[in-house]
């Protein structure tokens, strides 16, 4: 991806999810983006909610704030399980993350 492309797709509102199927408790998001993603008492990874809340739902998602979109997406090309991914809220199109184009 250029540094024009990921320009753009920084300005476009993005959100996260986790596959916890695939997480492996690694703890690297955590690691990276404590803002977005923590560890549950389970020992897999979750993204959180604006108000610090878990959010457990299979397929739930955040929005990444455009501050640390930089440490989600490190994140994502980090994390062992493969499971992280970052998509546009626009069009469901994922731009970060092992389904990404």
Known sequence: MSVQQEAEVDAEALEVWIDQDLCTGDGICAQY??????????????????????????????????????????????????????????DGVEVYGPDAG
Not at 56 to 81: F, I, M, N
């Open 33 to 90: 983006a404590p803002e977005v993603f923590e560890l549950d008492i389970d020992g897999l990874a979750y993204v959180k909610g604006p108000d610090d809340e878990l959010l457990q739902a299979e397929g739930a998602t955040a929005r990444v704030p455009l501050p640390v979109l930089p440490d989600v997406v490190d994140s994502a090309k980090e994390c062992p399980g493969e499971c992280i991914h970052v998509r546009r809220v626009a």
